[in-house]
């Protein structure tokens, strides 16, 4: 007898287990197993969710090498759906064969999996498929791998039917005839790796315009909408959900949720969450009034991407020497040819309305700041415009102006990047960019395509948060809609904005970083740890792709990476040829880049600007969710007392400073960059790849922990170890 080893994974997700009768058949290349059924010794079920499962299948004599498996699964009661992700076989000689599946398995049909390469239409690129008319005349087409009646039109438009009802397991040329079943090649059950059904796909990830002017969505009205591959885990949501209900139910008890006070005492702040804190929050309350924490933020914090080189003055920015260099050091133009000038323009947020909260109007400026790199290498504010037209009543504050003016007009730029930050760096840039990549890769692409491989574990739990974002934060009762100063018509406006304004370059760190003149800046660690994980994820994607692209050919041909990237322009990025976003894909360079960008996105660039949330806007002051008086029109008229009145309510800050902490708490599921990825990959070259990947970045955590320790303010938001491996929270 031979006997194989049979190893069953089944998926983590919610409802992945089944306890229906699976079936299993080998195909080999001398001979074939019996259908057999898979149980363990006490033939009970195996195949509860997350489960590793191992099982013998005995044949008389050994099939040979492994080409094929069939898996099928007979209801034992009530049926249910499954979903494996792969199947390991070890053969008497001591091969393994790895199988992919990554897909949910819900009727009785039987499916089949080729070992170790791309099935399905992949098989059939290069050459195309020769289809001869009745008039004895050949045609190229490439074949669909649906088994549905396809057209095919040859030349001169005429159009003809050709029925596909089996596949080829050479790289010949094939001639069919229109309305009759080929003969000269294999039988229907020699078809390897069986296509999932296209059409279902289409229907189970529509596209929906919520907001007109701002990247699609996924259509769906209720969380059960959703697919159960994109639902979060049942732990994932019971934690999601304790964690919100304890943390509003800790402000009821305060008194806090509803409460329209305001704050009397600075120090009473401390107290809305006494037990949630962090040691940067920590740090933060102790020196928030500080310049160069109020600087650090522009390059550290949770919205590093507005700060760039000023090589010239905006005309409506009129600073002079005297204002920012009143000893006479220096001067503006010396120091700007030198790099040392840095501006902050918050220009997106000027002419938005801003909200009204409790019934009273809110305030929301759009703030211009400079910067300075003093000789010893640390950045320091020098100047700052509340609002973008200069005019008497908009003067320029400086830290030289008394202590009030100067901190009030810093609580009013905090306050504007709190609201680009989360609108346009947050949810927009990777939210729900991240949606369109994910809602496109599981509409368009097979399940066993080498561009889903790569890709799908970047997806994880983005459709299902997203909802909830939708559902929560940014509905007309959303929590983010009736407390932040941009909320409601402000808010549409803003991502409008942002969206008209988002390049491929932007996306792309090393050219962003460039083109914002920020290469040399020192202490700029969002920057060393991004470019460093932006280089890993390009060798990873580069090495992994080449195997599956040899030519650029090859991606010009194949369909799938062509709708994945049209549905992207057309969905995510409205059809907007400024953008510089790729329209198709004609070489294997340009498909490596777009989907590096497409990783670090909704892994390390959703990290950079949420995790810190709370780090930074858990002490209220430093991070105002919105300001309830406008910017004093001259100087000299601020106190301590107006800049307590100009702070959010309690019931505002309370509730801001619950979103920002759920938004940044780690779940207990959570999956580090780099990690899992080997269940999506079962071909020898690729899982190489993978392990160089998960070992590079590895190294990068350990070399940006021995960094941090000499930090005052550790930078962790890049460490690998700390990054999501996609958007899930």
Not at 98 to 106: E, G, N, R, V
Not at 481 to 499: D, I, P, Y
Request: with cysteine; proline share 5%; hydrophobic share 35%.
């Amino acid at each position: 007898m031979a006997d194989y080893q049979v190893t069953v994974s089944t998926s983590y997700l919610d409802d992945a287990g089944t306890c229906d009768h699976v079936f299993i058949k080998l195909v080999g290349e001398d001979g074939k197993s019996e259908r057999t059924r898979l149980m363990d010794s006490k033939e009970e079920p195996s195949f509860i969710r997350g489960t590793v499962s191992t099982f013998t299948v005995s044949c008389p004599v050994s099939i040979g090498k492994l080409v094929t498996i069939k898996l099928d699964k007979q209801p034992s009661q009530n049926p249910d759906k499954w979903f494996p992700t792969k199947v390991e076989v070890k053969s008497p000689e001591g091969d393994t064969f790895k199988f992919l599946i990554c897909q949910w398995i819900t009727d009785s049909e039987v499916y089949r999996f080729r070992e170790g390469r791309e099935p399905d239409k992949q098989l059939f690129q290069n050459p195309d498929i020769g289809f001869s008319t009745p008039a004895g005349d050949t045609y190229n087409f490439s074949i669909y791998t649906d088994r549905e009646v396809h057209r095919f039109r040859k030349g001169r438009g005429d159009t003809y039917n050709f029925s596909i009802y089996c596949r080829s397991a050479d790289s010949e040329v094939h001639r069919f005839r229109e309305g009759t079943v080929p003969t000269e090649i294999l039988p229907l059950d020699y078809h390897f790796g069986w296509e999932p059904d296209r059409k279902q796909q289409g229907k189970d990830y529509r596209w929906y315009e919520h907001i007109k002017g701002i990247p699609h969505c996924m259509k769906a009205e209720n969380l059960s909408d959703l697919p159960s591959e994109v639902q979060f885990s049942f732990i994932k949501k019971a934690e999601f959900r304790l964690t919100a209900a304890v943390g509003l139910a800790e402000l009821y008890l305060k008194g806090l949720a509803d409460s329209r006070e305001n704050w009397c005492d600075i120090d009473d702040i401390k107290g809305v969450f006494w037990c949630k804190r962090t040691d940067i929050s920590d740090y933060v309350q102790k020196h928030w009034k500080e310049d160069a924490l109020f600087a650090y933020q522009f390059l550290n914090g949770v919205n590093p991407m507005l700060i760039r080189r000023c090589s010239a003055l905006p005309d409506n920015f009129p600073v002079t020497d005297d204002m920012v260099f009143p000893s006479g050091q220096f001067s503006l133009e010396n120091e700007m040819e030198k790099g040392n000038i840095f501006l902050c323009d918050y220009k997106r947020l000027d002419g938005l309305k801003a909200n009204t909260i409790h019934g009273k109007q809110q305030y929301l400026m759009a703030p211009l700041v400079l910067l300075h790199k003093t000789p010893d290498n640390k950045l320091m504010p020098v100047a700052i415009q509340l609002k973008q037209t200069p005019a008497e009543d908009n003067p320029i504050f400086l830290p030289t102006d008394s202590e009030y003016d100067w901190l009030t007009a810093k609580i009013f730029v905090r306050s504007a990047d709190f609201n680009e930050q989360e609108l346009n760096v947050h949810l927009l840039r990777t939210h729900l960019l991240a949606e369109v990549f994910a809602v496109s890769l599981l509409r368009n692409v097979p399940r066993t395509h080498s561009l889903f491989k790569v890709l799908v574990p970047h997806t994880r739990y983005t459709l299902h948060i997203n909802f909830l974002a939708r559902a929560k934060l940014i509905s007309k009762t959303g929590v983010f809609t009736k407390f932040a100063a941009s909320g409601g018509e402000g808010m549409v406006t803003l991502m409008q904005k942002s969206l008209s304004s988002v390049t491929y370059s932007s996306l792309c760190i090393p050219e962003d970083i460039a083109e914002r003149g920020l290469e040399d800046v020192p202490n700029f660690y969002y920057r060393d740890d991004g470019l460093k994980l932006w280089d890993i994820i390009h060798r990873y994607v580069q090495g992994v792709l080449s195997f599956y692209y040899k030519h650029d050919d090859e991606v010009q041909k194949d369909d799938d990476l062509q709708k994945w990237i049209g549905d992207i322009f057309d969905h995510g990025f409205l059809s907007q040829e400024g953008t510089g976003i790729p329209q198709s894909f004609t070489t294997v360079k340009e498909l490596v880049k777009f989907v590096t960008m497409v990783i670090f996105t909704c892994s390390a660039q959703h990290s950079a600007v949420n995790a810190g949330q709370y780090d930074y806007g858990g002490w209220m002051p430093n991070t105002p969710i919105s300001l309830q008086l406008p910017p004093p029109k001259t100087k000299g008229t601020t106190s301590k007392a107006t800049m307590l009145q100009t702070l959010p309510d309690m019931g505002t800050t309370a509730n801001g400073m619950a979103v920002m902490w759920l938004l940044s708490k780690p779940s207990y599921d959570f999956v580090a960059l780099g990690k899992s990825l080997e269940d999506h990959h079962s071909e020898e070259i690729p899982s190489q790849y993978v392990k160089a990947f998960q070992g590079e970045l590895q190294t990068l955590s350990a070399r940006i922990k021995i960094r941090n320790k000499s930090l005052k303010i550790p930078y962790t938001y890049l460490d690998p170890e700390n990054i999501e491996n996609s958007v899930a929270i």
